[in-house]
């Protein structure tokens, strides 16, 4: 382990909640009698406001009036604004325990099935990046109708008496094509991309193109397999198993850190029920009750876009939805589309889709020889001053939308620089990247008028990375 130069604890006080209930040393009072905890979308929003309400009621009565954020990624994407939203209600309700709630920073997230179905899917990525041909992605898309879903938009998860966490319809396996036959394919973030067909492909020809895909794609850019060569986290890092449970890799050294009796003493933890972690144990299962990142969801179930549309304009400072653009597991099209189309807002004068910049400071010798390789990819020994760190987009209610250029599905880890920029604007509340002039200005001014216009956006916009 090596102290982190861009961690987070430099900006706020952090306090890193392991949920839902059963996973780390967290656990329920199934556990305490042998059982398991069984969670849903709803519990987990119950179960984190009544913990963070102890927090500031009793545990740390002093930071009872401080700003709080809300930060996490992935299936957080349910968790973040549930539990925003949770809070907020909660706040209104004299009886209960206020919490000072000032923002949120919500990273490669679960958000809205309709907008991440095929930004979610392993061939969809596959094509966009070039690993599949036009050709063999018309044959197993139009064709043969099938698809890769990742297994984080199942909707539900169960953990095996072996520790194996299986989502539902994998068959054991971490990606099985759900194989479906239509003559159109359903509109989305592909039509138009592909002409479909009514030729009836052959099993053959389906086996054959599924084939050649697997072998493109490192196994549609499986998390597990030993041989693995792509990186299913992040497209421009290096290939690396996972699993906390393979040595050698990062989170199985992170694993056993968390498990030795140093960790577990300064943590309270020795008399908690859960002794592995991450967990969570046998008979673990979680459910999903909302329209994300969940397979069954029940027809007009409310996706996380119903909850920004509540949540963003009561919420004191900015509510920021960001997505690395290089992620295979949610790729950020579908997470900006959900965004920027179905939540409604209108976009915020000047916030038009733009660049924002980070400064990449120098990283020591010293700590680049002691990371593990999944940090900080990109990180150097030489400075390269204001970087692009990906493109933002700004709304109504404070409701924002930003890639961060070159990262995977764990921002703060691939681009830590990056990350450490951005927390700093969503506590400060300031845009990631200066307004532009209104749409009717840039379009009356000259080439030149424009040009110059640029030249000094840009410098200003840089010189905010700093």
Not at 99 to 112: E, F, Q, R, S, W
Not at 382 to 408: C, I
Request: glycine share 10%; net charge negative; hydrophobic share 40%.
């Amino acid at each position: 382990m090596v102290r982190n130069p861009y961690a987070w604890t430099k900006l706020a006080n952090l306090v890193a909640v392991e949920s839902p209930v059963g996973v780390g040393y967290s656990y329920c009072d199934e556990m305490l009698h042998g059982g398991a905890c069984a969670n849903d979308d709803v519990r987990t929003a119950e179960t984190l406001h009544a913990a963070m309400q102890d927090f500031v009621a009793n545990k740390f009565p002093e930071l009872a009036e401080a700003p709080f954020y809300i930060s996490g990624e992935s299936y957080a994407g349910v968790y973040c604004p549930t539990l925003a939203k949770a809070i907020l209600d909660g706040n209104e309700d004299p009886t209960q325990t206020k919490i000072n709630l000032a923002g949120l920073a919500v990273g490669d997230p679960c958000t809205d099935n309709d907008s991440q179905a095929d930004s979610m899917d392993m061939l969809w990525y596959g094509h966009k990046n070039g690993f599949v041909l036009d050709e063999d992605f018309d044959i197993l898309w139009n064709q043969c109708g099938m698809r890769y879903a990742h297994p984080l938009a199942s909707g539900e998860w169960a953990v095996g008496e072996d520790g194996s966490v299986s989502a539902k319809g994998s068959s054991g396996a971490n990606y099985a094509p759900v194989v479906t036959h239509r003559t159109v394919p359903r509109r989305g973030l592909l039509s138009g991309l592909s002409m479909p067909t009514n030729k009836a492909p052959s099993k053959q020809e389906c086996d054959l193109a599924h084939r050649k895909f697997l072998l493109q794609t490192s196994k549609a850019f499986d998390q597990e397999w030993a041989r693995g060569f792509i990186n299913d986290l992040t497209l421009y890092g290096p290939s690396a198993i996972v699993g906390s449970s393979q040595k050698g890799s990062l989170n199985y050294r992170i694993a056993q850190w968390m498990m030795s009796d140093e960790v577990r003493a300064a943590l309270h933890v020795q008399a908690a029920p859960q002794t592995a972690w991450p967990g969570p144990g046998a008979g673990w299962t979680y459910g999903s009750n909302y329209s994300a990142c969940n397979a069954d969801a029940h027809p007009g179930a409310r996706s996380m876009v119903d909850f920004y549309r509540d949540i963003a304009p009561r919420v004191a400072g900015s509510v920021l939805v960001f997505n690395g653009d290089t992620d295979p597991c949610v790729s950020y099209e579908g997470t900006r589309d959900a965004i920027q189309n179905k939540v409604g807002f209108d976009l915020l004068e000047g916030g038009a889709w733009r660049p924002w910049f980070a400064n990449w400071t120098a990283a020591s010798r010293d700590f680049l020889d002691a990371k593990d390789l999944l940090f900080g990819p990109a990180l150097t020994t030489q400075a390269a001053g204001p970087q692009l760190a990906g493109l933002t987009m700004d709304f109504d209610h404070g409701l924002s939308f930003a890639t961060v250029h070159g990262s995977g599905h764990m921002v703060p880890q691939f681009r830590p620089r990056a990350a450490y920029r951005m927390m700093e604007g969503v506590l400060t509340g300031a845009p990631l990247a200066p307004l532009l002039p209104a749409d009717a200005a840039i379009a009356a001014m000259s080439d030149a008028e424009w040009s110059d216009e640029m030249d000094k956006w840009t410098d200003v916009a840089k010189g905010a990375s700093d």
